[in-house]
């Protein structure tokens, strides 16, 4: 997979050796401006924007997240908890299916409850029921699939053949939509403007009828808004076409987007040694501490890596053969201590680390580039690996 996140930005002068290793640094500064190209969508567009914790989770910036967004969006009950716990604003609950014993608290704890298909919403009627009896107030949302595949990659695409993620939109009836209060579209990853476009047109015509019906429309995450060649003006125009026309509240629920570029993970090299070519072995593991490296694949940017020099193979320390990082070029072969760092690994990298082997997890810390002040927010220690596994 291609990734298409930008430079450094201000890590390109951050001292490595200012925190411990490995050690996820996130910029605040960075956050803040990815936050605000947001907001600025939000507002121009009479949108609302929530923060999607799937991707980014770090709720020692909650407060800041809220000084720009309306709220967060979570996949389950967890996440529900945590928004409610850390993160102020709205909350929309989306899972693709609630199991009976967690759904009476995601009512009590979400503003839109969002389900994959109109049979859950109809096997759980009684509980939606009592609920509401008992005075709490939501929002039932069903998640449509609009099957219209605009991912390069299967595994990324919510419309792939066969797809499990939301209702497809071509067996939609009148009757499915009794008791919705507005439905929710997610179908893209990491995309930009065009493919929104491409799946709206096609959408608009199929729900034209329906939309003026709806107090809501969600249009998912996947948006890649904070990047540099983002169409702005033309998602501000869609959002407000969309709002205008239908009388709906728009939501977008981005979560990368807020984390772009915004965090690098620091590690350092432990041994190199040679195997048909340099190769090191870091403290930091693709599978425990990147898993997408592996998953998606994709070869993470390295901080200020060489123009020229050798080129040393990279991997973690777990016993997984395939636990390779990639190639990387250095100005000379590195040695043990090293410092090195990978960029763009604020969002989904932090949120699926593990402690496979027993890795140690990244402490977390936080750092702000404009006022160069550094917080070590979180250290882990063998107690958090032990007491997972019985
Ligand atoms: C339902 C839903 N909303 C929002 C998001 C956030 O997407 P992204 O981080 O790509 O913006 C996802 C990601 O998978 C999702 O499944």
Known sequence: MKTVAGGP????????????????VVDEAAIRRNLAVLKDVGDRGG????????????WALADVVGDYLQGACASGLWEARL?????GGELTTYSPAYKPEDLPEILRLSDHVIFNSPAQIARFGDLIQAARDQGEQFDIGLRLNPEDSQGEVAKYDPCQRGSRLGFPVSQL?????????????????????????????????????????????NLGGGHHITRS?????????????????????VYLEPGEAIALDAGILVGEILDTFDNAGAVAITDISATCHMPDVIEAPYRPAMLNEAADGPVVRLGGPSCLAGDIIGDYRFAALPGPSQRIAFLDQ???????????NGVPLPAIALWNSDADTLRLVRQFDYVEFRDRLS
């Open 9 to 24: 930005g201000a890590f390109a002068q951050f001292d490595l050796s200012r925190v411990p290793s490995p050690c996820f």
């Open 47 to 58: 949108a609302k924007v929530l923060l999607a914790l799937k991707a980014f989770s770090m």
């Open 83 to 87: 928004a409610r716990e850390h993160f």
């Open 173 to 217: 009836r009148p009757e499915h939509l009794a008791g919705i209060d507005g439905l929710h579209i997610h179908a893209l990853c990491e995309q930009d403007f065009e493919p929104l476009r491409r799946i709206w047109t096609g959408l608009e015509l199929k729900l034209a009828g329906v939309l003026p019906t709806l107090k809501w429309l």
């Open 229 to 249: 060649d983002y169409q702005i003006d033309e998602m501000v125009a869609l959002l407000r076409h969309i709002t205008q026309r239908y009388g709906l509240q």
């Open 346 to 356: 604020a969002h989904y990298s932090m949120v699926k680390t593990n402690t496979f």
